[in-house]
């Protein structure tokens, strides 16, 4: 049901944002500069998908969740309450990147099944983004070629 998945979404996405937040802000290392502005990126753009979402499962007559311990039932990723070393922090975003792909696949195809063709549009535009950040990450995990 499309209102229950846009619930799991937002309590994922919320989640993606706090994570790539804190990763902006622990970061340490010899791409310190870089790394702190494109996890300031992910986190910017995830956290403007929140208001949407929540709107879009007002529109469809169910309340949204809004409390931490919602979004911590709701959630499909896990929170990092260390502070790993900066390639631990991209494969772990790029990790629940997956998540978030994989779940903004399923509200698409729900969006559709309930002909929602807006929040079909909005989930649309969501995976593209999403599959922007992974692919970025999975450059920067890559060894340089010789
Ligand atoms: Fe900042």
Redesign the pocket.
Known sequence: MLAESLKTLLATEYAYTVKA?QF??NVEGADFVQL?EFF?TIYEDAYSAIDPTAEYIRSLEEYTPGSFERFLELSQIGGQTRIPRARLMIEELLANSMTMIELLNQCFAEAEAENKQDIANFIAERLSQHNKYAWQMRSLLKEARA
């Open positions: 937040q902006h802000w702190h300031q």
